[in-house]
C-alpha cells in the first residue's frame, strides 16, 4: 500500500513537471508571436523579415519532427525533405484543383494539409516498413536515397487535366493529349504554378502549436516511454514485451506526416513550386538535421530555437557580403560547444536558474 502511494505520488510530480515545461515551451511560441505583431504593426519589422516569418514556423515544425526521429526513435533519417516533397506537392496538387470548386481558404487550406499530412504519413509507414530493420548508417543511406528518388520522380512527372479526367506522363506535356482547353498543372522540373498564397504567419504559428502539442504529448504518453525505451535498449525493450516494429513504425509515421505539415505550408506560400535541390534536396535535409543537433537531440523546444536563429542569421548578416558565411560558421561552431562541450554543460548546470534559487534558498535556511 505504502509503495502503491509513492508511485502516484511520484506520477504525479512528474506528470506536473511536464505539464509545467510544455506550458513555458507554449508560452515562449506565444510570447514570440505576440511580440512580431507588435512590431509589425509599429512598422519596426523589414519586407526581409517579413517574408521569412512562414519559412521560420516551417522549419520549427520539420524541426521538431525530426527530432522524433532522432531524438526520441534513436534513428538517423536523412530523407526527410522527401516527406516535405511528398506534403508540399500533395498539398499545392489539391489546393490547384480546387481552388475553382473550393473558393473559401477557410476551408480548403485545412483540407489540402490534411491531405498532405496522409499522404507523407503514409509515404513514412510504407518506407519505414523496410528501412527501420535496417540501423545506423544504413538507414541513414536508405532515407537519403527515398528523397532523392521522390525529388527527382516529380521532376520528371507531368500531370494534366480536362474533361476526360488526369493525364499521366514522364516525358513531356505533349505526350499528356490534353483536350483543347485541357490543364496542366504538374509541368516536371517546372512544378506547380498558381498555387493560393493561403500561408500567414499566424497559420504557421498554429501549425507549429498543434506540432508541439502533438510531439510532446506523444513523448510524455506511455506510447512515448515505450518509444524511448527502444531507443535505449532495443534487445531490453523486446524482452519486457514491447513490440518493437509497432513503435518504430508509429513514431516515422508520426513524424513523416507532420514534415508534410510543414511542406504544405511551404508550398502555399510560393507562387512556384518546384522540387529543385535546394528545395527538397540532401542539402535540405541535412539542414534540418543541424537544426535538431544545435538545438540538442531529444530536447524539443531547443528544435525550434535553434530552426528560428540558424533560418535568421544568413538573412541578418547578408549585408557583410563575403563574411557572412563565414561568421555563420563560426557561430554554428560556438553553438555547438555551448551545447556538447563538457565543460560549458558543467558551467550551464551550475549557473542555471534552477541552482541560483536552490543556492539562495540553501543561504536562507542556513540563516
Known amino acids: 500500500m505504502q509503495k502503491e502511494k509513492i508511485n502516484l505520488i511520484s506520477k504525479f510530480k512528474n ?9 513555458i515551451t507554449y508560452g515562449i511560441i506565444l510570447a ?4 512580431i505583431q507588435i ?3 509599429a ?7 517579413k517574408g521569412l516569418l512562414v519559412p521560420l514556423c516551417t522549419y520549427a515544425i520539420l524541426a521538431v519532427s525530426l527530432n522524433l526521429t532522432v531524438g526520441i526513435l534513436g534513428e538517423l533519417s536523412l530523407g526527410h525533405a522527401g516527406f516535405m516533397c511528398v506534403g508540399a506537392f500533395a498539398g499545392a496538387f489539391f489546393s490547384k484543383c480546387m481552388v475553382g470548386a473550393i473558393p473559401s481558404a477557410i476551408i480548403r487550406f485545412p483540407l ?19 528501412v527501420l530493420r535496417l540501423k545506423g548508417d544504413y538507414l541513414a543511406i536508405v532515407t537519403l536515397a527515398f528523397g532523392e528518388i521522390v525529388k527527382n520522380i516529380i521532376n520528371c512527372l507531368y500531370v494534366g487535366r480536362d474533361s476526360k479526367g488526369f493525364h499521366f506522363s514522364m516525358e513531356d506535356t505533349a505526350s499528356l493529349g490534353l483536350e483543347e482547353g485541357g490543364e496542366v498543372i504538374i509541368k516536371g522540373a517546372q512544378g506547380i504554378t498558381g498555387t493560393p498564397n493561403d500561408s500567414t504567419f499566424t497559420i504557421g504559428i498554429v501549425l507549429l502549436l498543434i506540432t508541439l502539442f502533438i510531439v510532446l504529448n506523444l513523448i510524455h504518453s506511455r506510447d512515448g516511454r515505450a518509444i524511448m525505451a527502444i531507443r535505449d535498449n532495443t534487445i531490453a525493450a523486446e524482452s519486457v514485451g514491447i513490440h518493437i516494429t509497432k513503435y518504430k513504425l508509429m513514431a516515422f509515421s508520426i513524424s513523416a506526416a507532420l514534415a508534410g505539415v510543414a ?3 511551404y508550398a502555399h506560400n510560393l507562387s512556384t513550386l518546384t522540387a529543385l535541390p535546394k528545395n527538397f534536396g540532401y542539402n535540405q535535409s541535412i ?3 543541424v537544426f535538431v543537433v544545435l538545438g540538442g537531440i531529444g530536447n524539443i523546444r531547443g528544435s525550434v530555437i535553434s530552426a528560428v536563429i540558424l533560418t535568421l542569421l544568413p538573412e541578418l548578416l547578408r549585408g557583410l557580403k563575403d563574411y557572412r558565411m563565414l561568421i555563420y560558421a563560426v557561430i554554428l561552431i560556438a553553438m555547438m560547444l555551448f551545447n556538447w562541450s563538457p565543460k560549458c554543460r558543467e558551467l550551464r548546470e551550475k549557473y ?7 543556492k539562495r534558498k540553501n543561504k536562507k535556511e542556513a540563516a
Open 112 to 130: 489540402a494539409i490534411l491531405i498532405g499530412a496522409v499522404c507523407a504519413g503514409f509515404f513514412g509507414f510504407l518506407i519505414g516498413i523496410p
Open 32 to 35: 514570440a508571436f505576440l511580440l
Open 43 to 49: 512598422g519596426a519589422v523589414s519586407n526581409l523579415i
Open 39 to 41: 512590431l509589425v504593426s
Open 287 to 289: 539542414m534540418i538535421l
Open 352 to 358: 542555471s536558474f534552477k541552482q541560483l534559487l536552490a
Open 15 to 23: 506528470a506536473n513537471k511536464n505539464f509545467k515545461s510544455n506550458c
Open 263 to 265: 511542406g504544405v505550408l
